[in-house]
């Protein structure tokens, strides 16, 4: 890009100078233009097409000659070897030798230059007679000394840029050796569980005689099993979670302003909470979320959910070593400044490494680390046009502070409208029995879902809702957790066990956000509620009733597309016994043939394939002229960054999911995007 620009700047203004400033002889405009124009295209060559890309060299190598020895030289034939232009010759060679440090290379370019410059000349009208009349052995010394000199100098130089990439290139090697070390410790921990509760598993099943009968298990077998299969699937949850923050943490490309979206911060934080790979139930409950009053900020989720990844890492491997262990997470909104606050209580930073932790590759009391994740967090928040700051006391506590600017009303505004727009056809007609609310919360929900203009009765016991819902057609419970007398778990088995498939969904205003959904309970919702979480659970619970489920998705006909049998598989098992029709392809080519002849509502692809991947199959889809041209597509991939969610916007994928795939919001996604589909 500099080169560009001086190349452009100078050919362009040096001409005025030249011609009527010293009011040389001879200048020629259309080459000077040439020249400028190639340098212009110079700043914008990362930018052309790709099939362009094998070429660049030669486009750079042309470039240089004719801006540079065959301009010059051209130059210095047509003014009769002006002295002004002797002196521009020499420093053009000196300026090539910096741009072309091979000697070799240099020379080509530097004859192809001047040669072409001798056949410019004569075919020149009217030809210029040459007189010389400057000392020619004088001038060639003079000339063979600025080649030396600049090839002194250009060496000189590329072995400093040689170690400079040397020097980048060991950085790069021991980052990537970090990132390798913290992945086999991270990964080694849950792996090793995972195959340790595998063992136990096995080694509880009854043992299977030659007839291949086998006697009825009793409970204790089935608890131990079950036990064991918790704890490998929170282990695998753990290695997964590994493998996102880290991926996540080596991220090349900011966010940048087009994906910032208004967010809300209980509901984003909850969110991160509830995903994260916990490496034990021990773990999980030093978490405490504190209730506070929410607020929107401008961001993108992903990358913040990252961001609480990275301290929660960070806090949780100190605070293994500290009795009583906890991490508070307090929501704090301001007047000038909204604030999530993450304070643990282990032994604190020490004051000369407070000012380093967020340099990249900086890392202490860690081993295996990589130094990147505090440097990521900054980098994000600073994306966000918010800041990250870190107070800590040794032996006492360590906190970081997400600061975010307050948003205008207007935007806020604008957003909850938004909100009520998007989910007001869903919620019409709908009918939810509040039991057992607080008074304190429950004007407040009665406020936030007036909008929606939803039916809503109350009940101060699980006694008075089984009556009233006997009585009268629900689409929801929100339940108290604490519901007298027996809590809002016994009243949503007391309903299941009658026959009825109403969703349950519990509310507690516990710091703990590790209140796991028990059987019975769909759903749990912090109190007080943020507007987003709030609509988003109460619609979610009712769609994935099962009825409902099957209302809305018997006789659909669904196209996966992904090149492993297996993810094919797990998908048939997740929409099994809703009367979906599944048609299988292992690649795009393949599901682009099944498209002609078969009618599908709904295509679910794998974004990366082997033979035509799914971002080349949408565009394909996309750009057909046909029936299926609109058909909903579900792209599906192990690592969804920004990079990937853009591109598959751009390929023309409607929605996103991240392998491996989870039953709930799978389900979810595939009621919203069927309800969409357009009829071929």
């Avoid at 090839?151 to 990439?165: D, H, Q, R, T, V």
């Avoid at 007047?335 to 932790?357: A, F, H, Q, V």
């Avoid at 393949?590 to 394939?609: F, G, P, T, V």
């Amino acid at each position: 890009m500099v080169v560009g620009l001086l190349g452009a700047s100078a050919h362009f203004l040096f001409y005025f100078v030249y011609v009527y400033g010293f009011h040389l002889p001879y200048d020629n405009i259309w080459l000077r233009l040439i020249a400028t124009c190639l340098c212009i295209s110079l700043i914008f060559i990362h930018r052309f097409p790709s099939s362009f890309q094998p070429y660049v060299s030669y486009y750079w190598r042309f470039t240089l000659i004719l801006s540079l020895p065959f301009i010059f030289t051209v130059n210095l034939f047509m003014n009769n070897f002006n002295e002004l232009w002797l002196y521009s010759e020499i420093a053009m060679v000196f300026i090539l030798m910096m741009f072309v440090p091979n000697w070799l290379i240099f020379t080509i370019d530097l004859i192809l230059g001047v040669v072409g410059a001798v056949i410019f000349y004569s075919l020149s009208i009217p030809n210029v007679p040459l007189d010389p009349e400057f000392n020619i052995p004088v001038y060639s010394l003079v000339m063979a000394f600025s080649i030396f000199a600049g090839y002194i100098f250009s060496l000189s130089n590329w072995k400093s840029l040689k170690e400079l990439e040397r020097e980048k290139a060991e950085e790069k090697y021991r980052a990537l050796e970090a990132l390798a070390g913290s992945i086999a410790h991270e990964m080694r921990n849950p792996l090793s569980q995972i195959r340790h509760n595998i063992d136990e598993v096995l080694h509880a099943l009854p043992h299977i005689n030659d007839e291949q009968s086998i006697a009825a298990a009793p409970a204790s077998t089935i608890e131990i099993m079950t036990k064991r299969l918790n704890q490998a699937q929170m282990a695998v949850n753990r290695g997964l979670h590994v493998i996102t923050m880290t991926l996540g943490n080596f991220r090349s490309t900011d966010v940048t302003n087009e994906e910032l979206a208004c967010l809300s911060a209980m509901t984003v934080t909850r969110k991160a909470l509830e995903e994260y790979g916990y490496a034990s139930e021990q773990e999980r409950q030093m978490i405490h979320l504190k209730p506070g009053e929410d607020f929107l900020f401008l961001g993108e989720e992903n990358s913040y959910i990252l961001v609480i990844y990275n301290l929660m890492v960070n806090a949780l491997q100190i605070l293994h070593s500290v009795p009583d262990g906890r991490i508070d997470i307090t929501i704090e909104r301001g007047e000038s400044c909204n604030r999530i606050l993450i304070r643990d209580n282990g032994p604190g930073i020490p004051p000369d490494i407070l000012p380093k932790i967020f340099d990249p590759f900086f890392t202490s009391g860690k081993k295996g680390g990589t130094g990147l994740g505090l440097a990521f967090c900054r980098r994000v928040m600073q994306s966000f046009k918010a800041q990250i700051n870190c107070n800590s006391e040794e032996g006492r506590f360590t906190e970081f502070a997400l600061e975010f600017p307050v948003l205008e009303q207007t935007a806020i505004n604008r957003y909850e409208s938004n909100l009520y727009e998007e989910y007001a056809p869903f919620f019409a007609g709908k009918k939810m029995l509040l039991a057992g609310i607080p008074e304190v919360y429950a004007p407040l929900l009665r406020r936030q879902l007036a909008p929606l203009k939803v039916g809503l009765d109350d009940a101060d016991d699980s006694d008075k809702a089984l009556e009233m819902i006997e009585a009268n057609r629900y689409d929801l419970v929100l339940a108290n957790v604490s519901l007298p007398p027996d809590g809002a778990v016994k009243l949503a088995n007391d309903l299941k066990n009658s026959g009825r498939d109403i969703p349950v969904v519990a509310s507690s205003s516990s710091t703990n956000p590790a209140i796991e959904t028990q059987k019975g309970i769909d759903a749990l919702i912090l109190m007080p509620p943020a507007l987003p979480e709030l609509l988003g659970t109460l619609k979610s619970s009712m769609e994935m009733v099962r009825e409902t489920l099957k209302e809305s998705l018997s006789g659909k006909t669904v196209l996966v597309a992904d090149d492993l049998d297996f993810n094919r598989r797990v998908i048939k098992l997740m929409l099994n016994k809703l009367g979906i029709t599944i048609l299988e392809a292992s690649n795009g080519f393949e599901a682009l043939e099944l498209l002609k002849s078969q009618h599908c509502d709904l295509l679910i692809i794998d974004m990366r394939m082997p033979v035509l991947d799914g971002f080349e199959t949408a565009r394909r889809i996309r750009s057909t002229a046909s029936s299926w041209h609109d058909i909903p597509i579900l792209g599906m991939s192990g690592n969804l960054d920004n990079a990937t969610m853009k591109q598959a916007k751009e390929s023309g994928i409607n929605d996103s999911l991240i392998k491996p795939l989870k039953l709930k919001p799978f389900l979810q996604k595939v009621t919203a995007m069927l309800k969409i589909s357009q009829p071929a």
